[in-house]
C-alpha cells in the first residue's frame, strides 16, 4: 500500500475531525487488522456484525500504530489510551474507508475494469488480470475481497506504476453493487450472469439482476458495459442500455460469438480469435468476458490469443489431483444451482465409476428445497455412479433420489462419515470423484484427509 494524503486532506475527504495531529503529516497506509498491522500504519477501528475494531485499538497501538481513525460516539472511551497518539475521529469508519479508497483511486492514472454477477467473477478476474499483465503492470483484487471492506482495501492496494486494474464486485443485498461501484468507477464493467446465488437475501432473480445491474449508474465516462447475451436476463441490455457495450456467449447475434471447437475461440468484428486453450464450456463464457473487457481496454488480437494462455485457475474451483488412481475435482469454493449443474456435466465426461460428493447450496431461502429436489434428477442425468450428500439440505436431495429409484447414494448431517467409503473407493478403483459444496461446509476438509489416508 502506498498512500500519499495529508492528515488535512483525510479529514476533508472524510469529514473527520484531527485530534493531537500536524496537518502536513502524511497517511501513508491502513489497516484494520491488528494481526497483520505493521508498525508505521494507520489502524481504522470498523464494526462488523460480529466484531467491533475499536476494542482492538490498544493492541493496534502496541503493534506499532502510529495513528487512529475511529468513530466519534466511541472516542471518549479511548482518552486515555490514545492521549500521545494522533488520531481522527469520523461519524462512521467504513464510509470512512471507503472514501479514502474512491479518494485514492481518482488519485491514479489507471484503467479499471469491474466484475460482478452471479457465477464466474473470479475465474473472469484471474483470467482478465492475465490478459492485461501482458499490455501493462495490473492490479486485481485478492482472494474474495469482493465486499464493503474488501474493495475498497484492494484499491488502496494501486500503486503508481499500475496501468490496468481488475476488481470482484460481490452482493449478497440489494444495494451492495452501488455501495462499492461508486468507489470503483470502472471504465469495464463485465456482468457474467445472473443466477439463483445468495437467493435467501435477495428474495427473487428480478432482485439479483436490478443488484448486478445497480453498477451501470457508477461508471466512468466513456465506459464500456461487457455482459452475457445468452443470460435471459442481461439479454435485456441489448435494448435496455443506451451506451457503449459489447455482448458475448454462444448465440448468433452476440458481438463476442464463441465457436464451437475444443479450444477457446471467437469471433469478433469478422475476425477469428483463437487461443488455443482447452476449456469447458462455461469457462468459455468466462473467457469471452474477459476478452471482451480486454478489446474494450484496448488490447490487441494477438496479445489476447497469447495472454489467455497464462491464466491459472485458482484453487479450488474445479481444480484437478489425483490420489492413487482416482481423478479428484475439488471445487468448494461456492455451490448454487447453476455452478452444481456445471461441475455436475464436468464429471458427466469423466472415467467411470464416477462418484460424487456433494454438500449444500447455502443461502437459497425459501428456494432451498425446490433447488435441492431438482438436484437429484441433475445427478441422475450426469450419469454418476455413486452419490454421497451431506448437509441438513442435502436430505431432500436423498429423499428425492429414492424416489427416484436411485439406490447407490448415502446421505450424513456431516461429510466426515464418508472418509472409510471414499477411501476404499480410492484404494481399489480408478474413476473420477468430484467433491462439491458451499463455502461453509469446508468440504475440502474431507478431500485432505483423504490425502493423508487417516
Known amino acids: 500500500m502506498q498512500l500519499k494524503i495529508s492528515y488535512q486532506t483525510l479529514a476533508k475527504i472524510t469529514n473527520g475531525i484531527l485530534c493531537q495531529a500536524n496537518l502536513k503529516d502524511i497517511l501513508k497506509s491502513i489497516s484494520y487488522d491488528t494481526r497483520t498491522l505493521q508498525k508505521g500504519q494507520a489502524y481504522i477501528a470498523l464494526k462488523g456484525a460480529k466484531f467491533d475494531g475499536h476494542t482492538f485499538i490498544k493492541q493496534a497501538l502496541e503493534a506499532g500504530a502510529n495513528f487512529v481513525i475511529l468513530e466519534r460516539k466511541e472516542a471518549p472511551k ?39 454477477g452471479s457465477n464466474g467473477k473470479s475465474t473472469t ?82 432482485n439479483i439482476y436490478k443488484t448486478k445491474t445497480e453498477i451501470l449508474q457508477h461508471l466512468n465516462m466513456s465506459a464500456t458495459v461487457v455482459f452475457n447475451g445468452d443470460d435471459k436476463f442481461l439479454k435485456n441490455l441489448k435494448t435496455d442500455y443506451k451506451g457503449k457495450m459489447l455482448s458475448f456467449g454462444f448465440d448468433s447475434g452476440n458481438d463476442i460469438l464463441i465457436q464451437n471447437s475444443p479450444t477457446f475461440s471467437f469471433k469478433y468484428k469478422g475476425a477469428l480469435f483463437n487461443t488455443g486453450v482447452i476449456l469447458e464450456r462455461h469457462d468459455k463464457l468466462n473467457a469471452a468476458a474477459a476478452c471482451g473487457a480486454a478489446l474494450a481496454l484496448g488490447m490487441f488480437k494477438e496479445d489476447i490469443e497469447k495472454g489467455l494462455k497464462t491464466y ?30 456445471n461441475a455436475l456435466n464436468i464429471l458427466s465426461t469423466c472415467d467411470d465409476p464416477r462418484i460424487a460428493v456433494l454438500g449444500d447450496m447455502r443461502e437459497l431461502g425459501t428456494f432451498s428445497q425446490m433447488y435441492h429436489k431438482e438436484l437429484a434428477q441433475k445427478i441422475i442425468d450426469a450419469n454418476v455412479n455413486k452419490a454421497f450428500l451431506a448437509g441438513p439440505e442435502m436430505e431432500t436431495t436423498y429423499k428425492e433420489l429414492l424416489k427416484l429409484n436411485f439406490k447407490e447414494v448415502k446421505y450424513s448431517l456431516n461429510k466426515l462419515d464418508f472418509f472409510e467409503d471414499l477411501k476404499q473407493i480410492i484404494e481399489n478403483k480408478s474413476g473420477t470423484i468430484l467433491f462439491k459444496a458451499s463455502r461453509s461446509l469446508n468440504f475440502e476438509e474431507l478431500f485432505f484427509k483423504l490425502k493423508e489416508g487417516k
Open 125 to 206: 478476474k484471474q483470467m482478465l488480470s492475465a490478459l492485461l499483465r501482458k499490455f501493462g503492470k495490473t492490479c486485481s483484487t485478492e482472494g474474495n475481497f469482493n465486499n464493503q471492506v474488501g474493495v475498497p482495501i484492494s484499491l488502496l492496494e494501486i500503486s503508481n506504476t499500475d496501468k490496468f486494474g481488475v476488481f470482484e464486485l460481490g452482493a449478497s443485498h440489494i444495494g451492495d453493487i452501488a455501495e462499492i461501484a461508486r468507489l470503483v468507477l470502472p471504465d469495464v464493467a463485465v456482468l457474467t450472469n445472473i443466477s439463483p446465488s445468495h437467493l435467501e437475501f435477495f428474495g427473487s432473480m428480478e
Open 78 to 116: 479511548y482518552n486515555e489510551i490514545l492521549k500521545n497518539i494522533p488520531f481522527l475521529t469520523v461519524e462512521n469508519t467504513l464510509l470512512a474507508l471507503q472514501e479514502i479508497a474512491k479518494f485514492h483511486r481518482l488519485s491514479k492514472d489507471i484503467k479499471i475494469a469491474a466484475i460482478t
Open 312 to 341: 491459472k485457475p485458482m484453487p479450488m474451483r474445479l481444480e484437478k489431483h489425483k490420489l492413487n488412481k482416482t481423478e479428484i475435482l475439488l471445487d468448494c469454493y461456492n455451490a448454487n444451482p447453476v455452478s452444481m449443474e
